[in-house]
């Protein structure tokens, strides 16, 4: 039975989002992500910033390079989210089958809607737009690679390079290869800047070029990846809609404005990283038996160090106490870090088996279920827990 699958990309998010707060930025060059004297990189700019070559993850000091006249506009990740889960509840009003795979994007099985996919896709594009004040751009397709290609093509074939392109592609069905055929190699998931080098040198410049050389050829360059290329040069891709992801391990990092040396500054750092990545296992009532530290030093050299608890946890205490011990095997003194990170893999729900002696760390996490409400409710700062 053919699927019919619709991809949603936010047209430049972040700044959208900012424009939304703040109207006066409308139709000027600007960029969301942190200043150029601390190390900052663009996170998101205007189409106006664009139009001048300006790109996401540039170093913000090369972007000021290209237009002196950049604003730049501290990034507010909070803020996004609760637009994201906006336009996500939108999504799901339509069909429970969505796949959200960032904060700005999804895709959508849309198969069993009986409604036309065209009419569809413009009625959501419209009404995100009147409702939220969000730009967005949609490629409507036969499955998830081609759908999300022809959001790309969408947006890329915008005669206002200033303005949102407000996208709208669709790709019948049985037409995927002629769809593809054209369009560059590099557009094609699974050829990254080493692939597309190597295809470069073989003559293979276009997805169809890709298309048209025989299956074990690529794989014997490739390996299975090259089997992936021919099937998706095809079109052929026949992954599902996958409406929960099961949670791997749960992540904290800081990347410092300046190096440090200072031994209080970087364990209050790992304290309240700690202190997030417990706060998200328990807000999904999971645990973590596995605590990982990640450091990188000023020349970039970065190291990972990790350790097995004899049970899992979602402890604060617990993951500092385990993530202080790894920095302390690794750095030496007064070793400047340029970033440093806390993470929990081994990831399950959490086991809670008292004993007579137990009594005193049920009331603890009792305690800190208290305080997650607490401050998810009225904000990190109503009430914090003592310090030894």
């Known amino acids: 039975m053919s699927r019919t699958i619709l991809h949603l990309d ?32 663009v996170a998101s700019c205007s189409y106006a910033a664009r139009a001048l070559g300006i790109r996401s993850a540039m170093p913000m000091s090369r972007a000021l390079q290209l237009c002196r006249q950049l604003i730049i506009v501290p990034g507010r990740h909070r803020l996004y989210g609760e637009y994201s889960e906006k336009v996500m509840s939108k999504l799901r009003d339509l069909t429970p089958l969505v796949e959200q795979i960032s904060i700005d994007e999804a895709f959508l099985d849309i198969s069993d809607i009986c409604q036309a996919p065209a009419r569809l896709a413009l009625d959501l594009q419209t009404g995100i737009k009147n409702e939220l004040h969000l730009p967005s751009s949609i490629g409507i397709a036969s499955n998830k690679l081609v759908a999300k290609i022809a959001t790309e093509v969408g947006k890329k074939s915008s005669k206002n390079k200033n303005e949102p392109p407000f996208g709208l592609t669709i790709v019948p069905a049985d037409d995927e290869a002629k769809f593809l055929a054209p369009l560059p190699a590099d557009m094609l998931w699974g050829v990254g800047p080493k692939t597309f080098t190597r295809l470069t040198e073989l003559g293979i410049h276009t997805i169809g070029d890709i298309a048209n050389w025989p299956e074990k050829e690529l794989a014997s360059l490739f390996g299975e990846n090259g089997r992936d290329l021919w099937r998706h040069a095809h079109g052929i891709d026949n992954r599902p809609i996958v409406t929960e992801y099961e949670t791997k391990s749960v992540s904290q990092e800081t990347t410092f404005n300046v190096d440090i040396r200072d031994d209080k500054l970087l364990e209050k750092t790992l304290r309240e990283q700690s202190k997030d990545v417990a706060r998200q296992l328990r807000k999904n009532d999971l ?22 608890l004899p049970t899992t946890t979602d402890n604060e205490d617990e993951i500092f106490r385990s993530a202080v011990k790894l920095m302390k095997s690794v750095r030496k003194p007064n070793q400047a870090v340029r970033l440093i990170g806390v993470g929990v893999s081994g990831i399950g729900a959490p086991v809670r088996q008292l004993s007579l002696w137990d009594v005193g760390s049920e009331k603890s996490r009792k305690l800190q279920e208290v305080v997650d409400q607490l401050q998810e409710k009225y904000g990190r700062d109503v009430i914090h827990r003592g310090e030894n």
């Open 10 to 41: 936010l047209d430049a998010f972040y700044c959208s989002v900012e424009e939304i707060q703040n109207s006066s930025l409308r139709g000027k060059p600007f960029a969301v992500g942190g200043r150029p004297n601390e190390r900052g990189v």
């Open 287 to 308: 645990a973590g038996k596995t605590v990982k530290l990640k450091i990188r030093w000023p020349d970039f050299t970065t190291l990972t160090r990790q350790v097995t």
